[in-house]
């Protein structure tokens, strides 16, 4: 007997959903009474509505209509066996099937694939993926980190909830892999190795350099030590700010660079043109 209810609950596992989800429900979206597979089909489809309006030049009322689904004001789900419409739960009422084996009451969530180690982080108030043995919150960064930058990264306040500096995707929530950088800024895991390709080697929104770079320093060394400045420009001097280290000081003006002398970094910039000496 408790085989064959268990049965039942597994019919259909991995068998419905979509592109983001194996799943045996689907959900009607408060916000437009509609029918999707997810909350990522439904922000998408709204996206491209939105989309096509600006490019027909619609009315504004169509223009305006783009919105996205709030996880939690789903009230209503779809099972995708039986066809059956009823209120968030676990298990289909009609024909008993785990409409996810993995389902979360708070964010309305339903996933069959368990390979994902899906967790829900209360402080984050939010499903995450990974294990939750592998990460953990931090409060003031105010988002799930993993167990390795425990005590070794950065803090910076609400580091999430912002947009990735490169491609504008909300951080929070975006089921894309992120980076922590060494400033503590975070970004996109594919959108910072593009950066790294494209010889882009400081935080976009800080301007810290993100890997080291004291071998591009001791080229500039070499290269200033060979390069030859102008009579007119050799004894002139600038206050500069380092990116690296916040440090303020005053050293002489070079063509190459300026270098700082409290870390040695050249990610310097001037905040006082050159001036000759008195």
Known sequence: MEDSCNERLDFGKMGYGCKHYRRRCRIRAPCCNEVFDCRHCHNEATFVTFALCLFHQSSLHNVFDR???????????????????????????????????????????????????????????ICRVGG??????????????????????????????????????????????????KCGHTMHTECYHEMIKRDKCCCPICSRSIIDMSRAWRRMDEEIEETIMPENLRYKKVWILCNDCNDTTEVFFHIIGQKCRHCESYNTRMIAPPVLPQ
């Open 67 to 125: 919105h996205e689904l709030v996880r939690y004001d789903v009230k209503q789900v779809i099972c995708s066996v039986c066809d059956t419409e009823q209120p968030v739960a676990r298990v289909c009422t009609n024909c008993g099937v785990n409409m996810g084996e993995y389902f979360c009451e708070v964010c309305k969530f339903y996933d069959d694939d368990l390979d994902k180690g899906q967790f829900h982080c209360d402080d984050c108030g």
């Open 132 to 181: 939750r043995e592998n990460f953990f919150h931090c409060s003031r960064c105010g988002s799930c980190y993993s167990v390795s930058l425990r005590n070794n990264h950065s803090c910076v306040e609400n580091s999430m909830r912002h947009h990735c500096p490169i491609c504008y995707e909300y951080l929070f929530d975006s089921l894309k892999d992120t980076t922590v950088l």
